[in-house]
């Protein structure tokens, strides 16, 4: 994208299957999202639509629209999007990070592994708060019905990305091999999680009838069973979307935030320091030390800025007509946003990694308000990811567990690496990356 910008400027036309406009000015997107609506309407995966009207589903949250999209994002806000909603994970989820840092730490580690390593890090963290338990991934035979799951999650994604980047087009009309995948990877997912569900409800039921329940204890799926309103099917919509986006996303931006603080020792140092100032090498790990780890979340935002975890991923489409980069866009139009741009061209040092402007003393981006609006990976407004919080937190506690017992380095064939979107970013090849135990 960035070259098109270069040659057209930050205003864009283009067709992707669709056609859409891309803007990357922050002016521009502060004005998108300013006239997004009551109800802000995004573009989807078109290939998840077009599963649930052939098979009599409800679409899932992110491709709902306008009220029936509302009734289900407003129960999941009240849950999600609390500032200590994630928090209350945080004992089971670093003991899924302790797992996995075990591994790194007793074993040669290729490239594949992992990867392998991180889906099921990611897959398990985001298990405990959508199917409240483990799946088991780490274990030293893992169940074979999880390895399925896990991998029926990674399908589904790629197979909506081939959709997304106009791969596959047929599949509007007939089942094509990509829809063909689609249907039995999400179908398999779809099994595998109303069965967990229907066992929490089995087991909130039991706890309520034995007078056991703790409702002072959190726990998400427990409150979403028993919210009035809500059909079993509907707490699936949430919970679905909420694994595959937190499985997905968050197994691929590990390697990324991992490949930056290899490549810049100094501040992985600073980092660590952080982190064993407040812990130790063995100290454990709790909500009120958490809160206090300021560098380690700047150096996370930076690295969501230098390499954002997605190109394209938030979109809109605005129910007026607006002015964008001096063009009349007409109400209905897709309308990208391409944030990563302007993280390039309105920051000093831009290709430098510094989490350092994102401490409150040195923030340059209260020079403009809309420079806020550069480094969205999670998107912005109403209508932003709604597990943003549990992907943030399995990402600080990937980088706190590993960084409290190991270096990250990389080979040197790994020294320049490249990163595609597919949907998210992804290394051109596997990064090789080195992790070595800390005096």
């Known amino acids: 994208m960035d070259e098109l910008h270069e040659k057209f400027g930050p205003t864009v036309r283009l067709r992707l299957g669709t056609e859409a406009v891309v803007v990357s000015e922050p002016k521009d997107v502060?004005?998108?999202?300013?006239?997004?609506?009551?109800?802000?309407?995004?573009?989807?995966?078109?290939?998840?639509?077009?599963?649930?009207?052939?098979?009599?589903?409800?679409?899932?949250?992110?491709?709902?629209?306008g009220e029936a999209w509302q009734s289900l994002r407003s129960p999941g806000n009240r849950r999600l999007m609390k500032v200590d909603s994630a928090l209350h994970y945080l004992g089971p989820q670093s003991e899924v990070a302790d797992n996995f840092v075990h591994i790194l730490a007793t074993q040669d580690v290729s490239p594949d592994r992992l990867q392998d390593l991180c889906f099921r890090y990611a897959s398990e963290s985001i298990a405990v708060v959508a199917f409240n338990g483990r799946l088991g991934l780490f274990?030293?035979?893992?169940?074979?019905?999880?390895?399925d799951f896990l991998k029926a999650a990674e399908t589904t994604f790629e197979m909506n990305g081939r959709a997304l980047l106009g791969k596959s087009i047929a599949h509007r009309w007939y089942r094509n091999e990509t829809y063909k995948q689609l249907e039995k990877s999400y179908g398999l997912v779809r099994k595998v999680a109303l069965g967990q569900i229907t066992q929490a409800r089995e087991s909130l039921e039991q706890l309520i009838q034995a007078g056991q329940l703790n409702t002072e204890e959190p726990n998400l799926l427990f409150s979403l069973l028993s919210e009035k309103g809500l059909s079993e099917e509907m707490v699936a919509n949430l919970m679905i979307s909420l694994y595959l986006a937190g499985t997905e996303s968050t197994a691929k931006y590990m390697q990324v935030f991992f490949y930056n603080l290899a490549k810049n020792p100094e501040k992985q140092n600073k980092v660590r320091k952080e982190i064993l100032d407040l812990l130790g090498p063995d100290g454990r790990l709790t909500a009120e030390k958490f809160l206090k780890m300021v560098y380690l979340k700047a150096a996370l935002k930076e690295s969501f800025r230098l390499i954002s975890p997605t190109s394209l991923a938030t979109s809109r489409i605005l129910p007026v007509d607006v002015v964008l980069g001096g063009y009349k866009i007409p109400a209905g139009t897709i309308l990208y946003l391409n944030c990563p741009r302007a993280s390039k061209t309105h920051f000093e040092n831009p290709y430098e990694f510094l989490p350092e402007r994102w401490l409150r003393r040195e923030d340059s981006t209260k020079k403009d308000s809309a420079l806020h609006l550069t480094v969205i990976p999670f998107g912005h407004g109403p209508r932003n990811?709604?597990?943003?919080?549990?992907?943030?937190?399995?990402?600080?506690?990937?980088?706190?567990?590993?960084?409290?017992?190991?270096?990250?380095?990389?080979?040197?064939?790994?020294?320049?690496?490249?990163?595609?979107?597919?949907?998210?970013?992804?290394?051109?090849?596997?990064?090789?990356?080195?992790?070595?135990?800390?005096?």
């Open 139 to 147: 274990d030293a035979n893992p169940d074979q019905g999880s390895v």
């Open 385 to 439: 990811c709604l597990g943003r919080r549990f992907a943030e937190q399995e990402l600080h506690l990937a980088a706190i567990k590993v960084l409290q017992k190991l270096h990250i380095d990389v080979h040197r064939e790994s020294a320049f690496e490249q990163f595609i979107y597919r949907p998210f970013a992804t290394p051109d090849k596997p990064i090789r990356f080195k992790f070595t135990k800390i005096d």
């Open 30 to 65: 502060e004005t998108v999202f300013q006239n997004e609506g009551k109800y802000p309407k995004r573009h989807g995966f078109e290939m998840m639509s077009i599963y649930a009207k052939r098979n009599n589903l409800q679409d899932s949250i992110s491709q709902l629209q």
